[in-house]
């Protein structure tokens, strides 16, 4: 079956900085590319970042870009959010998904989340 | 980066058919994926590719695109289908899953 699990949100002062894991198992975590996407209190879903199955190719969206780094460790089957400079802006679910690759791609599985609040 | 629309809210009666769409440029290249989303739960899958339903979800999801839309389609709606439905595409360089639709509303009446 296959799982992720977020961990590492919480309540962080505007400027702080934050890091999100995602626990990944029941499927060969090194084959698969993985997304960040966040959801803002009463909102829709916002994708954040995208990196690649080796973690060779890495993307973000504008609101974040200079200020979170994606990441992962293959052999710990884990996928990291190193946040840094956050705004209240930032205060959402994050989620940890697993994309299919393919033409159009999609998402196949999500973590169930993990809030983080930006606020002093 | 490109946008994805979507009506903000629908209904339909019970039983019912309810069509649900998505409009953007990368539609004309991409095939949108369909995820359903119920309060305090997180986003599930419900249509991906040409018109293709992950295990689990019922035959009355399906799924079409033509030009710049895209449209998810529940024939007979049940009282459980009442959630959020989100579309998300590749986003016009095709780099990466990047663009998500607003969300829609479904109301089951």
């Known amino acids: 079956e296959v799982q992720l699990v977020e961990s590492g949100g919480g309540l962080v002062q505007p400027g702080g900085s934050l890091r999100l894991s995602c626990a990944a198992s029941g499927f060969t975590f090194s084959s698969y590319e993985m997304n960040w996407v966040r959801q803002a209190p009463g909102k829709g879903l916002e994708w954040v970042s995208y990196?690649?199955?080796?973690?060779?190719?890495?993307y973000y969206a504008d609101s974040v870009k200079g200020r979170f780094t994606i990441s992962r460790d293959n052999a710990k089957n884990s996928l990291y959010l190193q946040m840094n400079s956050l705004r209240a802006e930032d205060t959402a679910v994050y989620y940890c998904?697993?994309?299919?690759?393919?033409?159009?791609?999609?998402?196949?599985?999500w973590g169930q989340g993990t809030l983080v609040t930006v606020s002093s | 980066s490109s946008e994805l629309t979507q009506d903000p809210a629908v209904s339909v009666a019970l039983g019912q058919t309810v069509r649900i769409t998505c409009q953007g440029d990368s539609l004309r290249s991409y095939y949108a994926s369909w995820y359903q989303q119920k309060p305090g739960q997180a986003p599930v899958l419900v249509i991906y590719g040409k018109n293709n339903r992950p295990s689990g979800i019922p035959d009355r999801f399906s799924g079409s695109s033509s030009g710049n839309t895209a449209s998810l389609t529940i024939t007979g709606a049940q009282a459980e289908d009442e959630a959020d439905y989100y579309c998300?595409?590749?986003?016009?360089?095709?780099?990466?899953?990047?663009?998500f639709g607003g969300g829609t509303k479904l109301t089951v009446l």
């Open positions: 998300n595409s590749r986003d016009s360089s095709g780099n990466h899953l990047g663009v």
């Open positions: 998904a697993r994309e299919q690759r393919g033409y159009s791609g999609y998402i196949d599985y």
């Open positions: 990196i690649s199955s080796s973690g060779s190719t890495i």
